[in-house]
T-cell receptor, first 117, second 112 residues
Framework: GAVVSQHPSWVICKSGTSVKIECRSL??????MFWYRQFPKQSLMLMAT?????????EQGVEKDKFLINHASLTLSTLTVTSAHPEDSSFYIC?????????????FGPGTRLLVL | QKEVEQNSGPLSVPEGAIASLNCTYS??????FFWYRQYSGKSPELIMS????GDKEDGRFTAQLNKASQYVSLLIRDSQPSDSATYLC????????????FGKGTTLSVSS
């Protein structure tokens, strides 16, 4: 079964609105969570890395004020796309890393498709 | 610039054949190597991880690592149409912290 969940799976919003995406590790504590974005027919691009209780580290070119990341607990991280625009339409995937069954493991969530009209 | 390179394909093989997927990486101090499979419209799922030189087998899948050549490969034996997907090579390097650096993926098509 799934070990990392994301909600919502799909979201359609109007330009200028904000969208929050949740990522949860279901049966392990995620010390680190990663947020990726994937445009059609392209590879995964790392947006940011977050450790529980500390500020996220953003990759070059990713606006931290536009993509707000909160990692308040060891099982939950959120990504908020603020003032979304059509060019933000993409497939957003979180990944959680932590010790699961005594092994350091990294799993991906099922992804969230965002369409900004 | 830390890079992971893959041939984008498509790689086409007949059912039952061996599919060979290749990946090279630029950072010589890379430590951990992973193969993920991504079906269209889905998120990646982990197939194999390999950390030391040599071969690692898991069912129909074999990962091969050669750190001297900075090369990692994935062999799929007895390929099935259900193996048709994009295969992503991912590498972890100390400079990237705990993040994985992904290649652009190789699209595999297995014909019945």
């Amino acid at each position: 079964g799934a070990v990392v969940s994301q909600h919502p799976s799909w979201v359609i919003c109007k330009s200028g609105t904000s969208v929050k995406i949740e990522c949860r590790s279901l049966d392990f504590q995620a010390t680190t969570m990663f947020w990726y974005r994937q445009f059609p027919k392209q590879s995964l691009m790392l947006m940011a890395t977050s450790n529980e209780g500390s500020k996220a580290t953003y990759e070059q070119g990713v606006e931290k004020d536009k993509f707000l990341i909160n990692h308040a607990s060891l099982t939950l991280s959120t990504l908020t796309v603020t003032s979304a625009h059509p060019e933000d339409s993409s497939f957003y995937i979180c990944s959680a890393r932590g010790a699961r069954r005594r092994r350091e493991t990294q799993y991906f969530g099922p992804g969230t498709r965002l369409l900004v009209l | 610039q830390k890079e992971v390179e893959q041939n984008s394909g498509p790689l086409s093989v007949p059912e039952g054949a061996i599919a060979s997927l290749n990946c090279t990486y630029s950072d010589r101090v890379s430590q951990s190597f992973f193969w993920y499979r991504q079906y269209s419209g889905k998120s990646p799922e982990l197939i194999m991880s390999i950390y030391s030189n040599g071969d690692k087998e898991d069912g129909r899948f074999t990962a091969q690592l050669n750190k001297a050549s900075q090369y990692v490969s994935l062999l799929i034996r007895d390929s099935q149409p259900s193996d048709s997907a994009t295969y992503l090579c991912a590498v972890n390097t100390p400079q990237a912290g705990t993040a994985l650096i992904f290649g652009k993926g190789t699209t595999l098509s297995v014909s019945s």
